[in-house]
């Protein structure tokens, strides 16, 4: 079972370029969430998409889109990456309040 | 002022030692308390959970939550290095937004 699967695992851009991340899970849940984790902040939620159809923007949008493709699939897009975008990218689902399955993160480098 | 704080550390005690990990909230509709473990370059897995205030034991771990002070704990017994990892506390809003609020994380060593 494979859970969570994010691709790719590491990335480098040159600022303004675009890339999009993608994640799959094959658990059937229902709510897909993306966080940015960096150096002392923490996780932070950028988009999240409660059901399949619907999107809702998190904490941290600016500069990201998503596509919740179908259930299982939902992607994050940069359209012109920053040297701010720099960090570890973590996708998770869940069918519950709390159980949370993240995948095992992509390392992104802006230069 | 962050919906959850968390001490980020690092915190460095040896093998066999009791840890406390604590986490205040300032959120009172905060309705599930968690705590998720990250070991390096992996991603959060959780570890335990809790609705209500009191204590919930699980083996060597042990999740405190005080909604009249608004605090979180996680204790660990008998510590070993296997434990060493980041301890994410993290907070589940059902108003509104449905959505995990994370703290910044503790990054636990135990040495051996």
């Known amino acids: 079972n494979a859970g969570v699967t994010q691709t790719p695992k590491f990335q480098v851009l040159k600022t303004g370029q675009s890339m999009t991340l993608q994640c799959a899970q094959d658990?059937?849940?229902?709510?897909m969430y993306w966080y940015r984790q960096d150096p002392g902040m923490g996780l932070r939620l950028i988009y999240y998409?409660?059901?399949?159809?619907?999107?809702d923007k998190g904490e941290v949008p600016n500069g990201y889109n998503v596509s919740r493709l179908n259930k299982r699939e939902f992607s994050l897009r940069l359209e012109s990456a920053a040297p701010s975008q720099t960090s570890v990218y973590f996708c998770?689902?869940?069918?519950?309040?709390?159980?949370?399955?993240f995948g095992s993160g992509t390392r992104l480098t802006v230069v | 002022q962050k919906e959850v704080e968390q001490d980020p550390g690092p915190l460095s005690v040896p093998e066999g030692a009791i840890v406390s990990l604590n986490c205040t909230y300032s959120?009172?509709?905060?309705?599930?308390f968690m705590w998720y473990r990250q070991y390096s370059r992996k991603g959060p897995e959780l570890l335990m959970y809790?609705?209500?205030?009191g204590n919930k034991e699980d083996g060597r771990f042990t999740a405190q939550v005080d909604k009249s002070s608004k605090y979180i704990s996680l204790f660990i017994r008998d510590s070993q290095p296997s434990d060493s990892a980041t301890y994410l506390c993290?907070?589940?809003?059902?108003?509104?937004?449905?959505?995990?609020?994370f703290g910044q994380g503790t990054r636990l060593t135990i040495n051996p």
């Open positions: 998770a689902s869940t069918q519950t309040n709390y159980g949370y399955t």
């Open positions: 658990m059937n849940h229902n709510s």
């Open positions: 998409s409660a059901s399949e159809g619907t999107t």
């Open positions: 959120n009172s509709a905060f309705q599930y």
């Open positions: 809790t609705y209500s205030s």
């Open positions: 993290a907070n589940y809003l059902i108003q509104g937004a449905q959505k995990l609020v």
